[in-house]
């Protein structure tokens, strides 16, 4: 139960250092410079996956821990606490920030802190939560199969982990942003709607949970089938089937 609560603490951990760093940045630059905010979260990314990732994968984002359970590397009850934890951590991060930074700046990129053009105005003319949703479910997959290729769920970190996941954190960032705010994590979305609540962000939270789920399963199965690391039996403590009298 020990080895389980560090995990799961862990992930909150990092959550929280990934959503004050991203938010911190936004709310800095008021939402302006677009590669200070990408350094920002791919940095925390990054040094979350080095600090953290011996200890629970360094998951952080629940697209990547629901990838990484379809895969069949970690247990139902691990994603849930994992999803669990990782919201917390958000929540608190987001939080911290607008209670840190003067509340005029924290309102100014309150909706940028997690929207984008396609989904920021509704009566704007780049308004488009179609395009939103394929872009959020396409970095997405991008981001769980750069963690398939050096994480493994966690079991076989690499001395590159950090810098790829992070580096393909970035990535996303400088070039969908501007459109969707790049989140690719429902938690990084969740913490600042529930720290900041506003209408734009609400009326469009269903987009930045489901393109961001949808992309990390296809990318779990995708990868798992690629690299042939599909489960080959049983976890262990399952019970075994049955053998047929002889």
Same mark, same amino acid.
């Given at each position: ?14 959550? =929280?250092?990934?959503? =004050?760093?991203?938010? &911190?940045?936004?709310? $800095? ?18 040094? +979350?996956?080095? #600090? ?10 629940? +697209?990547? %821990?629901? %990838? ?16 669990? =934890?990782?919201?917390?951590? @958000?929540?608190? *991060?987001?939080?911290?920030?607008? @209670?840190?930074?003067? $509340? ?12 984008? !053009?396609?989904?920021?105005?509704? +009566? &704007? %003319?780049?308004?488009?939560?179609? &395009?939103? =949703? !394929? ?47 790049? %989140? ?10 529930? #720290? ?40 262990? *403590?399952? !019970?075994?089937?049955?053998? #047929?009298?002889?």
């Amino acid at each position: 139960m020990q080895a389980d609560a560090r995990k799961w603490v862990a992930e909150l951990i990092g959550t =929280f250092f990934l959503t =004050f760093a991203g938010v &911190s940045a936004i709310i $800095g630059t008021q939402g302006s410079n677009l590669l200070v905010i990408a350094f920002a979260h791919g940095g925390a990314l990054a040094l +979350a996956v080095y #600090a953290l990732g011996p200890v629970s994968g360094g998951h952080v984002n629940p +697209a990547i %821990s629901l %990838s990484v359970f379809v895969a069949g590397k970690m247990s139902a009850r691990d994603l849930v606490a994992y999803i669990v =934890f990782q919201l917390i951590g @958000a929540t608190l *991060g987001a939080v911290l920030a607008a @209670a840190i930074f003067p $509340g005029g700046l924290v309102n100014t990129v309150s909706d940028g802190a997690t929207l984008g !053009a396609f989904t920021q105005n509704a +009566a &704007s %003319s780049t308004y488009n939560l179609g &395009s939103a =949703f !394929a872009l959020e479910l396409v970095m997405t997959f991008f981001l769980a199969t750069a963690v398939a290729s050096v994480v493994r769920g966690g079991d076989k970190m690499t001395a590159a982990s950090g810098l790829v996941i992070g580096g393909t954190l970035f990535t996303c960032i400088m070039f969908g942003g501007a459109w969707t705010g790049a %989140s690719l994590n429902p938690a990084r979305t969740m913490g600042p709607a529930i #720290a900041h609540p506003t209408a734009a962000i609400w009326g469009t939270l269903w987009l930045y949970w489901a393109a961001p789920l949808i992309g990390g399963a296809v990318a779990g199965i995708v990868n798992a089938w690629v690299r042939d690391d599909m489960p080959k039996s049983p976890p262990a *403590g399952a !019970a075994e089937t049955p053998k #047929a009298p002889e």
